[in-house]
């Protein structure tokens, strides 16, 4: 499992990490993002003469506001890389309705390849409960407390694929509540409640 430092583990990405762009950037229309650099690897290609290396970089940017996406980029270089890949998820970003821009609405399961994964909804104070690419992929979005289970590979590219599915099978009440031509309070009320009632207008998404 690689995370932000593996790109101190490769021989080659050492000495380069200086170029590689801060964790925060705000080059995009004055909007301030959070990049996190998820993994890099080394890779090779063989031609006439010998092997001619270079770097592949797997990274996920949001706005910490429900927003996130990720991206990927090959490069000579690691800085190149990492802003390749920066570029890509910029372009790939989705927005992902959250509750009480804490947490997620409602459970979800998603799968990309042999990679599985399971997100849970979790009450305040409970934190991020995820490893590796799935920790990085809430930090950037927004998500203070969520349960989150993998089974299956340990790919981060496979991983981050799983996490995005399930992320974009997420609804809010307020969406659901359009689409079917009811009130919120009827889809959380149990009779029409005063605490459903209450919930309904705290819900902004």
Same mark, same amino acid.
């Given at each position: @499992? /690689? #995370?932000?430092?593996?790109?101190?583990? /490769?021989?080659?990405?050492?000495?380069?990490?200086?170029?590689?762009?801060?964790?925060?950037?705000?080059? #995009?229309?004055?909007?301030? !993002?959070?990049?996190?650099?998820?993994?890099?690897?080394?890779?090779?290609?063989?031609?006439?003469?010998?092997?001619?290396?270079?770097?592949?970089?797997? $990274?996920? %940017?949001? #706005?910490?506001?429900? &927003?996130?996406?990720? +991206?990927?980029?090959?490069?000579?270089?690691?800085?190149?890389?990492?802003?390749?890949?920066?570029? /890509?998820?910029?372009?790939?970003?989705?927005?992902?309705?959250? *509750?009480?821009? &804490?947490? !997620?609405?409602?459970? +979800?399961?998603?799968?990309? +390849?042999?990679?599985? $994964?399971?997100? &849970?909804?979790?009450?305040?104070?409970?934190?991020?409960?995820?490893?590796?690419? @799935?920790? /990085?992929?809430?930090?950037?979005?927004?998500?203070?407390? %969520?349960?989150?289970?993998? %089974?299956?590979?340990?790919?981060?590219?496979? @991983?981050?694929?799983?996490?995005?599915?399930?992320?974009?099978?997420?609804?809010?009440? *307020?969406?659901?509540?359009?689409? &079917? +031509? *009811? *009130?919120?309070?009827?889809? !959380?009320?149990?009779?029409?409640?005063?605490?459903?009632?209450? #919930?309904?207008?705290?819900?902004?998404?």
């Amino acid at each position: @499992m /690689a #995370d932000e430092t593996e790109i101190q583990a /490769a021989p080659e990405a050492a000495p380069a990490e200086t170029g590689a762009p801060a964790p925060q950037q705000g080059d #995009d229309g004055g909007e301030e !993002l959070i990049e996190k650099l998820v993994h890099i690897n080394r890779v090779s290609k063989t031609v006439k003469g010998g092997k001619r290396f270079g770097f592949a970089a797997l $990274v996920v %940017v949001g #706005d910490g506001k429900g &927003r996130a996406g990720f +991206g990927h980029g090959k490069a000579r270089e690691v800085p190149e890389a990492i802003s390749k890949a920066t570029a /890509a998820a910029k372009k790939a970003m989705v927005r992902i309705p959250l *509750k009480d821009g &804490r947490t !997620l609405h409602h459970d +979800g399961n998603g799968h990309f +390849g042999a990679g599985r $994964v399971t997100l &849970r909804s979790a009450p305040q104070g409970t934190g991020i409960i995820a490893g590796g690419p @799935m920790r /990085a992929i809430f930090e950037s979005l927004g998500v203070h407390d %969520v349960v989150t289970k993998s %089974v299956g590979t340990s790919n981060p590219y496979n @991983m981050i694929r799983a996490t995005f599915e399930a992320l974009g099978e997420q609804t809010s009440p *307020k969406s659901v509540a359009q689409r &079917r +031509g *009811k *009130k919120i309070a009827d889809l !959380l009320g149990r009779g029409g409640s005063k605490t459903a009632e209450a #919930d309904a207008e705290a819900i902004t998404e």
